[in-house]
């Protein structure tokens, strides 16, 4: 299980995964990070902080939680049994449906092992979930000035609503295409948003001005240019190599698409994902009953419903700043000129 596979390194797929999951668990690309910005004094230490809970928070995760949690599994229930809970690219399964399993044989001491494991995974949702839904709150209350009272129970009736929808339809993959669309591709490119508006739009030089500004610990100069160039570069190869993955090599799809006009595009690559690569049948089967297909491009359309919803009410905010600063204009040349 801890053998090095190098071809892993030359798989689009597996970057995409990993750059997904470091952002979500470090709450880049979802707006958290800059929610809690705002609160920051104006000379807090980034650097310090940013490196402490970066590293902390992986060392955590990947040093403890997969020298423990990963090895526990594999010498109870088998190393295809992980793999096959693991095989999506999300821990879910093994934390909910084969990690019982392995309860169920540690005897008395099962019941004290599964309330302190969905204890734990408990406060972790529901921190995370805090975390997440106080940027919501934020731009509520000071683009619309809702209360935060109904601000929360609207957010908490839409997470219900879409977390209820997930249960429903979880059995046609409900769950993967939210963990997917949401968890991994949504963060990568909102993470690219972001690098690009730091470097290029802010300035990188204004942007490193305020990353020292009363920073103890000072990162070498070096990291300006891997901000500004390297890291949107990165993103941008990964993003390009995940969607158009081939499911043969890369020269062979090459020459397939010079010879015949069609890219060989793999099971697990985005365009693959949307174009259903590997999938027999339509919406319905022979007897009617809607099939994971049908699911899926529903789920498709409601995280895109969503998504527009979301877009519309920043744009209404980004007007009705546009349309107050318009109309201050006036009267404060007036009382200038007073």
């Known amino acids: ?22 952002f979500f668990t ?12 705002a609160y920051l004094r104006e000379r807090d230490d980034i650097a310090l902080n940013a490196t402490t809970a970066g590293t902390v928070n992986e060392f955590v995760e990947v040093i403890l939680g997969g020298s423990i949690l990963i090895p526990i599994a594999t010498a109870y229930l088998g190393l295809a049994a992980v793999q096959a ?14 990690l019982p399993t392995l309860f169920n044989q540690w005897g008395w001491f099962g019941p004290i092992a599964g309330a302190m494991w969905f204890g734990l995974l408990f406060f972790a949702g529901i921190t995370s979930s805090l975390a997440m839904g106080q940027p919501v709150l934020a731009f509520l209350q000071d683009e ?24 429903v339809l979880y059995p046609g993959g409900t769950f993967d295409e939210f963990d997917f669309w ?5 963060l990568i490119v909102f993470a690219l948003a972001e690098v690009l508006i730091f470097g ?31 890291t949107p570069l990165f993103i941008l190869v990964v993003l390009f190599g995940a969607m158009v993955k081939p499911s043969i090599g890369w020269s062979e799809a090459a020459s397939q698409l010079m010879s015949t006009g069609s890219w060989p595009f793999a099971v697990d690559s ?3 994902k949307l174009l259903h690569v590997g999938e027999t049948g339509g919406y319905f089967d022979a007897s009617g009953k809607i099939t994971p297909m049908f699911v899926k491009d529903l789920t498709r359309v409601i995280l895109l419903t969503v998504f527009a919803m979301i877009a519309a009410l920043v744009w209404r905010a980004f007007r009705g700043r546009n349309i107050e600063a318009s109309t201050q204009r006036p009267d404060e040349q007036e009382g200038g000129a007073s």
């Not at 299980?1 to 470091?22: D, H, K, R, V, Y």
């Not at 470090?26 to 910005?37: K, N």
């Open 1 to 22: 299980m801890w053998e090095p596979q190098a071809s892993g390194l030359f798989n689009p797929s597996t970057w995409l995964a990993a750059a997904g999951q470091i």
């Open 85 to 98: 809970a693991t095989a999506g690219g999300s821990g879910f399964g093994l934390g909910f449906l084969t």
């Open 182 to 186: 949401t968890g991994t591709f949504s």
């Open 26 to 37: 470090l709450s880049v690309g979802m707006g958290s990070i800059h929610c809690y910005a």
């Open 270 to 272: 985005v365009l693959g």
């Open 200 to 230: 290029w739009i802010f300035g990188i030089d204004r942007g490193w001005a305020e990353l020292n500004k009363g920073a103890d610990l000072r990162l070498p100069s070096f990291y300006k240019y891997v901000i500004k160039y390297v």
């Open 144 to 167: 619309f000035k809702v209360k935060r009272e109904k601000a929360a129970l609207g957010f908490g009736l839409a997470t219900l609503l879409l977390g209820g929808l997930v249960v």
